[in-house]
């Protein structure tokens, strides 16, 4: 069975930066994507971006040329970079994994981004 372990969040200033890590266990061949969702208090968990066993990407509007994706197959981590944080980038931030007929979740870290 596959399991996820984020890392990487924290307080950081508005305009300032923070890499997420995701790091996955398990079968790596029963993966057929990856991600980052973020939940605010009082919303919905919503996609932040995504990748695929084919490699390819995707974003939230909101977060398009400020955040990127990318994976290191040989550490079997996955990361989310993310550049000028805005107040409304806070939540918790958390890796999905896409198994065939399931997700896969980590335990979330929290981002928060102050004024």
Not at 88 to 105: F, H, N, Q, S
Request: aromatic share 8%; net charge positive; charged share 15%.
């Amino acid at each position: 069975q596959v399991q996820l372990v984020e890392s990487g969040g924290g307080l950081v200033q508005a305009g300032g930066s923070l890499r997420l890590s995701c790091s996955h266990s398990g079968s790596i061949f029963s993966i057929n994507a990856m991600g980052w969702y973020r939940q605010a208090p009082g919303k919905q968990r919503e996609l932040v971006a995504g990748i695929t066993s084919g490699g390819r990407i995707n974003y939230v509007d909101s977060v398009k040329g400020r955040f990127t994706i990318s994976r290191d197959n040989a550490k079997n981590t996955v990361y989310l970079q993310m550049n000028s944080l805005t107040p409304e980038d806070t939540a918790v931030y958390y890796c999905a994994a896409d198994l065939p007929g399931k997700r896969i979740w980590g335990q979330g870290t929290q981002v928060t981004v102050s004024s």
